[in-house]
């Protein structure tokens, strides 16, 4: 019998080459061949350390197949190191054994295929009729690799799970035991049905979450469709996704899921901005989910805070939605003011404060409609005063004329007042300062501009004969609550409001509410609101919802009520509970926090800090911007240009009573003449369905 060309080419080799492993250390041990020898064993000892890290079957044979390497270094080295050949002749025993057990073994030549190991002295087979194996339904009889059939062996023996047969099973690389799986239905033509998570999960012996069913679509030399499933099982990336997810898959699982709190966002990317100590996660919403869907209290919980410490905040544009996330909060930070900041820029547009994400939040002095008007609405030590501070430096540093009038005396008002052309305080004052703003409307449309025509107001069209004029009116539903002057000063604010933009007059009103059921009317609301950015502080949380609809918001972007402090809680309340130790004071740091209402959404802000403490010198201009000549003699002309702090003028508001004292005589009505305005409403008249009633009794004798 003929003996196998590799088998013969083998041994062969063997011994050819125990000769030269004998003689070459005793000859010459220097010599280039023990060099190659030790090398290759050297070679031979890293095979053997691969072979048994593989987590492949086989080690064995290939651990065997590195042996005579290794065996030859060894015989090489032991010869090297004995005196001459040894006793008895040593270095050629090793040497002859070496080669025998090559000859015997023959490790390349019976394990150089892994299913090819021929035996010797087998008869040969006798050709007869074979007979055809049963085909295992789990096992088809195409082409697979190992892995496909073991799988294959393990799925039949879990009952073929769904009544599927594996087309084929793919390992993940790095993963011991995670796979993907190609399933079709055992029956052609029948859809898998019966197929779930749960059946597949006992057959691996996983958790069910750790299994995933998706659909096959077809390709070209592959069926799919209904008959088909793909499977994925990933015991070890869930438990890696457990332990040490990443961005994206934290996104996915945490926020980004069905129960999350945006649900259906996938994740874009993670942006660390050290300098400010924010930390920016950007995700996209899909069109076809329609308008991102936040819940706050959620995503905060999420990201490891509470949505009232006020580290978070979220920004949506379109589809894309920023959630930023503070290492402490923006909101609790002071913000101080500048005359770099409050002066206007070319479009009128100057910084309020900033948002909640760190841009600048500003405001404007001009419109492309004319003069901007101007809304502040704050609880009382909610930095309304402040924040009409900021407007009137603004206002200032554009070179506008600037007047203020406030209900009542009031510190801060008064430290203003010294760098406005005109400060007062009370209702009979505001009600003087909007008569000559009535006024001012008609000798401004009267007054021609540089080229001869009378013209709307415009910053940017030259030739303008006035300047323009911000009219402050601090605390102004309780003024329009006088019972003297009350009526006229909302009816001239409300003209004010509707014309005043036109001949660059803006009205800035500062109150605690915009309500038109607590004295606005709605014509003066909708134009302050639509000539204005509004600023809403420290609303109480009940009126916050109320408060934005007033405004116009839509209601689902009505912001959540911003927390009581920004502060965040000091720890150890169990202990002090517990040692009958009171609780620390509440550090209420909220002033001047609240939101700037631009378009649709309003955004959360802090507002600049004004230091009136420190004097308000670096914050205005050197000069005070006055009226023009021109302007102050027509209001002269009208007897509406004096001193608006001298008590009320004969006839001003009205003829003055008989000399007999009767009660009865008008002493409050109107002489537009010499008043330049409404007349007020008297002390008695009737305000209420009450009033009305008893009216009625008192003139029917009842």
């Not at 008959?227 to 994925?232: A, L, N, P, R, T």
């Not at 911007?625 to 001003?652: C, K, M, S, V």
């Amino acid at each position: 019998m003929s003996l196998p060309r590799g088998v013969a080419l083998e041994r062969t080799l063997y011994t050819l080459a125990a000769p030269v492993l004998a003689a070459a250390p005793n000859i010459a041990p220097d010599n280039p061949v023990n060099t190659v020898v030790q090398l290759a064993g050297v070679a031979g000892v890293g095979g053997w350390v691969l072979a048994a890290k593989s987590e492949e079957t086989g080690a064995g044979r290939k651990i065997l197949r590195w042996s005579p390497l290794v065996l030859a270094a060894a015989v090489d080295v032991a010869a090297k190191h004995t005196p001459g050949w040894g006793p008895w002749c040593l270095d050629a025993l090793l040497a002859a054994g070496w080669a025998a057990a090559g000859c015997l073994v023959l490790p390349f030549s019976r394990h150089a295929r892994r299913r090819h190991r021929p035996a010797l002295a087998t008869p040969a087979p006798q050709l007869r009729p074979a007979t055809e194996p049963k085909p295992s339904p789990a096992q088809p009889n195409e082409g697979a690799d190992r892995f496909t059939h073991e799988v294959r062996r393990l799925w039949e023996n879990r009952g073929m799970p769904g009544r599927t047969i594996v087309v084929k099973a793919t390992p993940h690389p790095g993963m011991r035991h995670d796979l993907s799986l190609l399933l079709r239905a055992s029956e052609a033509g029948r859809p898998i049905t019966g197929l779930t998570e749960e059946d597949i999960a006992a057959a691996f012996g996983v958790d069910e979450a750790d299994v995933h069913i998706e659909a096959v679509a077809r390709q070209y030399g592959r069926e799919g469709g209904p008959g088909w499933k793909e499977v994925h099982v990933t015991p070890d990336l869930a438990e890696r996704r457990r332990k040490a997810p990443t961005d994206q898959e934290w996104w996915a699982d945490r926020i980004g899921s069905e129960s999350g709190p945006v649900p259906g966002s996938l994740f874009v990317k993670k942006v660390r901005d050290h300098g400010r100590g924010v930390t920016h996660y950007i995700a996209q919403v899909p069109d076809e989910l329609g308008e991102p869907r936040i819940r706050l209290h959620a995503l905060a919980a999420a990201l490891k805070t509470k949505y009232d410490e006020g580290r978070m905040f979220v920004t949506v544009d379109g589809s894309q939605v920023l959630v930023s996330l503070w290492d402490s909060s923006p909101l609790a930070q002071v913000f101080p003011a500048t005359r770099e900041l409050l002066t206007p820029d070319k479009d009128g547009r100057w910084v309020t404060g900033f948002l909640g994400n760190g841009q600048p939040a500003r405001n404007r002095v001009f419109t492309d409609r004319g003069a901007a008007h101007g809304l502040f609405v704050a609880p009382s030590g909610g930095g309304k005063t402040q924040l009409m501070g900021l407007h009137v430096a603004a206002d200032a540093l554009f070179g506008a004329v600037v007047w203020l009038a406030a209900e009542a005396p009031d510190e801060k008002a008064a430290a203003l007042g010294r760098y406005t052309d005109r400060y007062g305080v009370g209702a009979l004052y505001m009600i003087r300062l909007l008569r000559a703003l009535d006024a001012l409307m008609e000798i401004r449309g009267e007054m021609p501009w540089d080229d001869g025509q009378v013209h709307d107001w415009n910053p940017n069209l030259p030739g303008c004969p006035y300047r323009m004029l911000s009219a402050y009116l601090d605390e102004f539903l309780s003024a329009a609550r006088n019972g003297a002057y009350g009526a006229e000063i909302m009816d001239l604010a409300e003209r004010v409001s509707v014309k005043g933009r036109k001949y660059g007059i803006g009205i800035k009103v500062a109150g605690q509410s915009i309500y038109v059921q607590d004295g606005f009317t709605q014509l003066l609301c909708e134009n302050l609101r639509e000539n204005s950015i509004p600023v809403v502080l420290k609303v109480a949380p009940k009126k916050v919802a109320d408060m934005f609809k007033a405004l116009g918001v839509p209601s689902e972007h009505i912001p959540e009520p911003l927390p009581r402090s920004f502060s965040p809680a000091e720890a150890g309340r169990i202990d002090r509970v517990m040692r009958g130790v009171p609780e620390p004071p509440a550090d209420s740091n909220t002033g001047g926090a609240g939101w700037i209402v631009e378009g649709k959404q309003p955004d959360v802000l802090r507002t600049l800090y004004m230091d009136f403490k420190a004097g308000l010198d670096d914050y205005f201009p050197d000069t005070i911007t006055p009226l023009t000549d021109h302007e102050i003699r027509e209001l002269e002309a009208r007897d509406l240009w004096f001193d608006w702090t001298e008590p009320p003028r004969p006839g001003e508001f009205g003829p003055e009573p008989d000399e007999d004292g009767d009660d009865d005589a008008p002493h409050m009505g109107g002489d537009t003449h010499r008043g330049g305005g409404k007349s007020a409403t008297r002390p008695d008249a009737v305000t209420s369905p009450r009033q009305a009633l008893a009216a009625i009794k008192k003139l029917s004798g009842v």
